[in-house]
């Protein structure tokens, strides 16, 4: 069983930058696709990017691409997503989730769910 941890959300000015990691453990092996979605009050799970663990492809959503970056440390199991020029509407519970057999845009095809963590941006 695969257990993922997300860490560092909090409160950003609009504008500001922030990094979020998913760090997994649990398990004996970590090939899983990782993508990270978020989830507004009110709104559906919305994908924001995906990254393959061979790290060949690596995606973003339409909604973050050009301000969101995302890279894996197979050292220490960790996925970051670094974004940039954030918005008001950013804000959203920011969620980890692992699969096998590539990245999906669609929530429910992932396997394991970390707990998530709150990004508030304020303008």
């Known amino acids: 069983q695969v257990q993922l941890v997300e860490s560092g959300g909090g409160f950003v000015q609009a504008g500001g930058s922030l990094r979020l990691s998913c760090t997994a453990s649990?398990?004996?092996?970590?090939?899983?696709?990782v993508a990270w979605f978020r989830q507004a009050p009110g709104k559906e799970r919305e994908f924001v990017a995906g990254?393959?663990?061979?790290?060949?492809?690596?995606y973003s959503g339409d909604a973050v691409k050009g301000r969101a970056t995302i890279s894996a440390d197979h050292a220490v199991n960790t996925v970051l997503l670094r974004m940039s020029s954030l918005k008001p509407e950013d804000t959203a519970v920011y969620y980890c989730?692992?699969?096998?057999?590539?990245?999906?845009?669609?929530?429910?095809?992932?396997?394991?769910w970390g707990q998530g963590t709150q990004v508030t941006v304020s303008s």
């Open positions: 989730a692992a699969r096998e057999g590539g990245i999906n845009l669609v929530a429910t095809t992932y396997q394991y």
């Open positions: 649990g398990g004996t092996r970590y090939n899983y696709d």
């Open positions: 990254i393959e663990w061979a790290g060949l492809n690596d």
